[in-house]
């Protein structure tokens, strides 16, 4: 049962002017798709061969030996859940049951932004700015390569790929602006609603 590169869950221009149709192009059809690709011919007649996505992340979290296959299927997880956290009417201040969860545990939406710019911006080299939900509060994560909430217990709610690949062929080494850019323009509280409800 081999994966398969999940569609994006809108048109490849449809985040512009905010991020390319040409990032996307290969961000999604050359990247996450190489993760795929990846994984899929490292289980193969493995014991994983059959295991779902989460299921192999869990069993090889933390297995020197089996690194590889934790990095990519880690990493199909990450891009698949990173473009649902995106919309291309998206960003600015959230509605619903994250607005009041985001006003309890963290003060103030401005104080998420401050926060979850603060995660992006500082982590170092490639990875991951997350927000998640553990023990029934909203927490502000960041998380180095292909890491990921889920080994750790945490409810992924949104996430924020910071890799290079993400917007070098848009702002080249301008991480703020992207930053700033995915808080303001991109972030789709709809899903951030979805998976709080869900958890
Ligand atoms: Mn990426």
Redesign the pocket.
């Known amino acids: 049962m081999a994966f398969d590169l999940p569609a994006l869950p809108y048109a490849k221009d449809a985040l512009e002017p905010h991020i390319s149709a040409n990032t996307l192009d290969f ?1 999604h059809g050359k ?2 798709n190489t993760y795929v690709v990846n994984l899929n011919k490292l289980v193969e007649g493995t014991d994983l061969e059959n295991a779902s996505l989460d299921d192999i992340i869990m069993k090889t979290h933390g297995d020197a030996s089996k690194v590889g296959i934790f990095n990519n299927a880690a ?1 199909v997880w990450n ?1 698949s859940f ?1 473009w649902s956290s995106m919309s291309p009417n998206g960003g600015g201040a959230p509605t619903g049951a994250i607005a009041a969860k985001i006003d309890e545990d963290f003060g103030s939406y401005d104080a998420f932004v401050e926060g979850f710019k603060a995660a992006g911006a500082t982590q170092f080299g490639s990875g991951w700015a997350w927000l998640v939900l553990e023990n029934g509060k909203l927490k502000i994560e960041k998380t180095g390569n292909a890491h990921l909430p889920m080994t750790k217990g945490q409810t992924a709610i949104l996430t924020m ?1 910071v ?1 290079e ?2 917007y070098y062929l848009d702002v080249q080494n301008r991480r703020p602006d992207y930053i700033a850019t995915f808080i303001e323009k991109l972030i789709n509280w709809e899903f951030a609603n979805e998976n709080l409800a869900s958890a």
Do not use: S
């Open positions: 961000h990247h996450h990493q891009h990173y790929d890799w690949h993400a």
